[in-house]
């Protein structure tokens, strides 16, 4: 069998970096959470276990992990909305308790919506508890049903009514939790220019997101796994020591079932195979095993597939 094996060495980084690289060029001197050795218990079950971060004004700050990982229990403390079992928390320059609400505006999963409102009747609710006079027009695909039930209306529209709420009042901090979860990738692409905007503005941003295409659109990136911190950085320092083996072979429905029957972790991209964390002459060795024709080579590893590696390696530790 005939096959060429081709090295592509990514380049070599730690993901413990916590490198700052935001659109404003002092955000370090502006820093609007500060999140040090953060834990949460609930009776015996430790949902939050010595997590830092920090986000800075302009920056966009990722929070990544699976269901479960204890990233909303970290937003709810940042938020003051549950207190912290131990570390520090501080928002907008001060503890989460004294912290200046004016200042800050929040997309909660749930979107905090009142359903059985209109979409003009919400508006002038939030408008009213934070004092804002001077309310800015709703978008145009919202004015055209402002009169409607918000239950009425699709999830897109919604997300955009909770945008446009979190934002009535001007605040200096965005956290959003799962901000798109569930709406099409065009209404995705329109929040996130919405949070792109912000961040342009010195706005900090912190969001959670599952969306890995959103994820790299961060400035920079935490990702927890069972409530601790397994890795942080900009997109290129998390995936820099982590690699991949793709494989091309014309006929690659039996590549990748090769693979798998191999018990490799092994992912389809198009037409080609990835297994990631595996080196590639145990890639080749299942290959000839299975006798199929084809090519492999290294390549850095995507952060989706990093994201599984370091949280693999996380639940492995302990």
């Given amino acids: 069998m005939s096959r060429t094996t081709e090295t592509d060495g990514g380049a070599t980084g730690t993901t413990g970096s916590t490198g700052h690289t935001g659109s404003s060029g002092d955000s370090r001197s502006k820093t609007l959470i500060d999140a040090r ?7 015996e079950f430790t949902a939050v276990d010595g997590m830092s971060l920090d986000v800075g004004a302009g920056e966009i700050v990722g929070l990544l992990g699976a269901n479960g990982a204890g990233k909303t229990t970290l937003l709810r403390m940042i938020l003051g909305l549950e207190a912290a079992t131990s570390g520090a928390i501080s928002v907008l320059g001060t503890s989460t308790a004294r912290a200046d609400r004016t200042a800050l505006g929040y997309v909660p ?4 919506l009142y359903t059985s409102l209109t ?3 919400n508006v002038e609710f939030v408008a009213d508890a934070f004092g804002v006079t001077d309310i800015p027009p709703l978008p145009a695909a919202l004015a055209a049903v402002r009169t409607r039930q918000v239950a009425s209306i699709g999830l897109g529209r919604q997300r955009q009514l909770a945008f446009h709420c979190a934002l009535l009042h001007a605040p200096r901090l965005l956290v959003l939790d799962e901000p798109t979860s569930g709406v099409d990738p065009l209404a995705r692409a329109r929040l996130w220019d919405t949070i792109h905007a912000q961040a342009d503005a010195g706005v900090g941003v912190l969001v959670t997101t599952h969306y890995m295409q ?10 927890m796994s069972h409530g601790r911190p397994v890795a942080r950085g900009t997109t290129a320092e998390i995936t820099a020591s982590h690699e991949a083996v793709v494989v091309h072979a014309d006929d690659w429905s039996r590549a990748f079932a090769a693979l798998g029957e191999a018990g490799l972790p092994v992912m389809l991209a198009g037409r080609t195979s990835r297994v990631a964390g595996t080196t590639i002459e145990d890639v080749d060795a299942a290959l000839d095993a299975a006798a199929v024709p084809a090519r492999t080579e290294t390549v850095p590893a995507t952060l989706e597939e990093t994201m599984v590696l370091v949280e693999r ?3 492995q530790a302990g």
Wanted: aromatic share 4%.
């Fill in 37 to 43: 050795d953060v834990s949460k218990k609930f009776g």
């Fill in 109 to 112: 999963q749930g979107l905090g």
């Fill in 119 to 121: 979409l003009d009747q």
């Fill in 214 to 223: 959103e994820a790299e659109q961060c400035t920079r990136l935490a990702i």
């Fill in 313 to 315: 390696a996380a639940r």
